[in-house]
């Protein structure tokens, strides 16, 4: 069975510092991976997912992951936090096959931007 | 985003009692998962359904039911409510590969 280890429950950042935020699974197989935010009171929101090819991801609103299948990692990172990018964001691993998706969530980061 | 919208959207509830809560979603996506959400433990599945009346356990499925008796709609039931089902649930639909949420459904059970 996979999982996921997200091993900051907690950042506080002030604005424009940069941010990296942690996660490893454990899979046997080939696996997409996914990071979700958020937003306070809303409901979770894709923000960047792998599923092959460039191990270097793209996301919305200037974030990004690395792909590091050597340290089972997909950490997170954005150069300059906004006050607006306080979120919690978690991470998701799921068996690359097609059909139902067995999605593992990893327990979620808690991200504090001060103005 | 995928239209998915869950009601209500909040409820307190008594000790005991059944509560189904709904889920709908407008995309015709094959794959639908209920979700809760606790602190400290992110989120969990309690079940999902591969199709029209095609359901099966996720990892935290005592005391949950759940029907899917249309593409569109996933109902997720407590059979007999507790306190510890007091939680935040969310249900998602499964686009290509990732997974679509609604704005979720905040439960009290007192």
């Known amino acids: 069975a996979q999982s996921v280890s997200q091993h900051n429950h907690h950042v506080i950042l002030s604005e424009a510092a940069s941010l990296e935020l942690g996660c490893n699974y454990s899979?046997?197989?080939?696996?997409?991976l996914f990071w979700y935010v958020q937003y306070p009171g809303q409901h979770l929101q894709l923000l960047l997912k792998?599923?092959?090819?460039?191990?270097l991801v793209k996301g919305i609103k200037g974030f990004e992951a690395e792909f590091i299948k050597s340290k089972f990692s997909f950490n997170l990172r954005k150069p300059s936090v906004q006050w607006s990018d306080t979120a919690e964001y978690f991470c998701?691993?799921?068996?690359?096959?097609?059909?139902?998706?067995?999605?593992?969530f990893g327990t979620g980061t808690k991200l504090q931007v001060i103005p | 985003d995928a239209g998915i919208t869950q009601s209500p959207r909040h409820k307190v509830t008594e000790t005991g009692t059944p509560v189904t809560l709904r889920c709908h979603q407008t995309?015709?996506?094959?794959?639908m998962y209920w979700y809760r959400q606790d602190p400290g433990h992110g989120l969990r599945l309690i079940h999902y359904?591969?199709?029209?009346?095609?359901?099966d356990k996720g990892e935290v499925s005592d005391g949950y039911s759940v029907s899917r008796s249309k593409t569109e709609d996933f109902l997720l039931t407590l059979e007999s409510a507790t306190s510890s089902q007091t939680s935040v649930y969310f249900c998602?639909?499964?686009?290509?590969?990732?997974?679509?949420f609604g704005p979720g459904t905040r439960l009290t059970v007192t």
């Open positions: 359904s591969y199709g029209v009346k095609d359901t």
């Open positions: 998602a639909s499964q686009g290509a590969y990732e997974q679509y």
């Open positions: 792998y599923f092959s090819g460039d191990p």
């Open positions: 995309e015709n996506h094959r794959y």
């Open positions: 899979y046997g197989g080939t696996v997409n």
């Open positions: 998701a691993v799921s068996p690359n096959s097609g059909g139902y998706q067995k999605v593992t």
